[in-house]
């Protein structure tokens, strides 16, 4: 199992932003370009419903955004994580006030959905780069066992199921969110 297919390991970073874009997206990681999976049903529902439940609360207030397969180059990395969330201070903006097309920086929060093809730590380490360069919370979800690993600075990583309460943000108030709620978004029935 690969996280995706490795596509190159002969560019740098600025010749990789140079490529045109791939769909799926591909990503600089490590010195490596690597294009991500396709999402499936799953994958797609999980993200659909985070970016929702994310910007209904924090966009209305402009406290949080999430955005679905945004690009975010920093720290000699290129990646696209499945969501990004930016506290709404940091969003970039063009001088017009309107937003940046290049975010060159690391999201606040980063969440990361298992794809069945895709190798866990390969994802967790995207998760790991973007704490150790200023994000403040990450999401590994996992719909197999619907658990969610949880990263934090300067903590370990935590495992939260069921009725666990998940952290978010500190921007976005007493808003709390299940790990039952995320995985509730699977059952059509």
Same mark, same amino acid.
């Given at each position: 199992?690969?996280?995706?297919?490795?596509?190159?390991?002969?560019?740098? /970073?600025?010749?990789? /932003?140079? =490529?045109?874009?791939?769909?799926?997206?591909?990503?600089?990681?490590?010195?490596?370009?690597?294009?991500?999976?396709?999402?499936?049903?799953?994958?797609?529902?999980?993200?659909?419903?985070?970016?929702?439940?994310?910007?209904?609360?924090?966009?209305?207030?402009? =406290?949080?955004?999430?955005?679905?397969?945004?690009?975010?180059?920093?720290?000699?990395?290129?990646?696209?994580?499945?969501?990004?969330?930016?506290?709404?201070?940091?969003?970039? =903006?063009?001088?017009?006030?309107?937003?940046?097309?290049?975010?060159?920086?690391?999201?606040?929060?980063?969440?990361?959905?298992?794809?069945?093809?895709?190798?866990?730590?390969?994802?967790?380490?995207?998760?790991?780069?973007?704490?150790?360069?200023?994000?403040?919370?990450?999401?590994? /979800?996992?719909?197999?066992?619907?658990?969610?690993?949880?990263?934090?600075?300067?903590?370990?990583?935590?495992?939260?199921?069921?009725?666990?309460? =998940?952290?978010?943000?500190?921007?976005?108030?007493?808003?709390?969110?299940?790990?039952?709620?995320?995985?509730?978004?699977?059952?059509?029935?």
């Amino acid at each position: 199992m690969t996280l995706s297919s490795h596509l190159s390991s002969n560019f740098s /970073l600025e010749d990789f /932003l140079k =490529l045109p874009e791939t769909q799926p997206a591909s990503q600089y990681i490590d010195s490596q370009i690597y294009q991500k999976p396709m999402p499936q049903g799953e994958h797609s529902t999980l993200q659909s419903f985070l970016v929702t439940s994310i910007n209904e609360i924090g966009k209305p207030q402009k =406290l949080a955004y999430a955005f679905p397969e945004l690009r975010c180059t920093f720290g000699g990395m290129s990646l696209v994580p499945d969501v990004a969330i930016f506290e709404w201070s940091r969003i970039p =903006l063009r001088q017009n006030g309107r937003i940046a097309n290049k975010f060159e920086i690391p999201p606040d929060w980063i969440i990361e959905v298992l794809s069945p093809e895709q190798s866990a730590n390969r994802v967790i380490r995207k998760i790991t780069f973007s704490i150790q360069n200023g994000a403040k919370l990450g999401w590994f /979800l996992d719909s197999d066992d619907e658990s969610i690993m949880v990263f934090q600075p300067n903590q370990l990583p935590e495992i939260k199921q069921g009725k666990d309460i =998940l952290p978010v943000l500190s921007v976005l108030g007493n808003w709390q969110l299940s790990v039952e709620d995320v995985f509730g978004c699977l059952s059509f029935s």
